[in-house]
T-cell receptor, first 113, second 112 residues
């Protein structure tokens, strides 16, 4: 069975500081990996995805993520955080049939001015 | 660009009542997925449809049923509602084989 772990429930960073959100997954085959962002009361917006190829993927809003098979990780990074990045971030793994996503527990990001 | 449309956005029901949630996928998307997100929880997969046929099933209670219609919209029917059904229900749509799901804004169901 596939699973996702996001070790950090809450993270607070100062505006302009760098950010790394951790994600570890468990999946038997080559995973399809995603990061979604959810603002309060809003839906899930896709930030970026990894299917294959280059292990460093670029997404929207200046985010990037690196797939490391040896560590079963897919950490999300941003070099300089903006106040508007405050939200909940979900890492997810998809099965190879593309029928369901399994989400991690989410990391709530707060940004200090 | 057109997004996934869910209606209603908010719904308040009493225990033991029924509820119907609707989802209109992005045009030309052939697959619909339903997720339930309880308070402070991550989204949990309920069920998915491809070309009007159920394609996968997750932790969907027997009291719930869903279908996808000929115009590709989908409805989630929930009966004998319980307090624990209070949650945000997301619909997502995609194109089979592309493995990307685009989410709607969700329907917030409150069961009193």
């Amino acid at each position: 069975a596939q699973s996702v772990t996001q070790p950090d429930i809450h993270i607070t960073v100062s505006e302009g500081a760098s950010l790394e959100l951790r994600c570890n997954y468990s999946y038997g085959a080559t995973p399809y990996l995603f990061w979604y962002v959810q603002s309060p009361g809003q839906g899930l917006q896709l930030l970026l995805k990894y299917f294959s190829g280059d292990t460093l993927v670029q997404g929207i809003k200046g985010f990037e993520a690196e797939f490391k098979r040896s560590q079963s990780s897919f950490n999300l990074r941003k070099p300089s955080v903006h106040w508007s990045d405050a939200a909940e971030y979900f890492c997810a793994v998809g099965n190879n049939a593309g029928n369901m996503l399994t989400f991690g527990g989410g990391t709530r990001l707060m940004v200090k001015p | 660009a057109a997004g996934v449309i869910q209606s209603p956005r908010h719904l308040i029901k009493e225990k033991r009542e029924t509820a119907t949630l609707k989802c209109y996928p992005i045009p030309r998307h052939d697959t619909v997925y339903w997720y339930q997100q309880g308070p402070g929880q991550d989204p949990q997969f309920l069920i998915s449809f491809y070309e009007k046929m159920q394609s996968d099933k997750g932790s969907i209670p027997d009291r719930f049923s869903a279908q996808q219609f000929s115009d590709y919209h989908s409805e989630l029917n929930m009966s004998s509602l319980e307090l624990g059904d209070s949650a945000l229900y997301f619909c997502a749509s995609g194109v089979a084989g592309r493995n990307i799901q685009y989410f709607g804004a969700g329907t917030r169901l409150s069961v009193l």
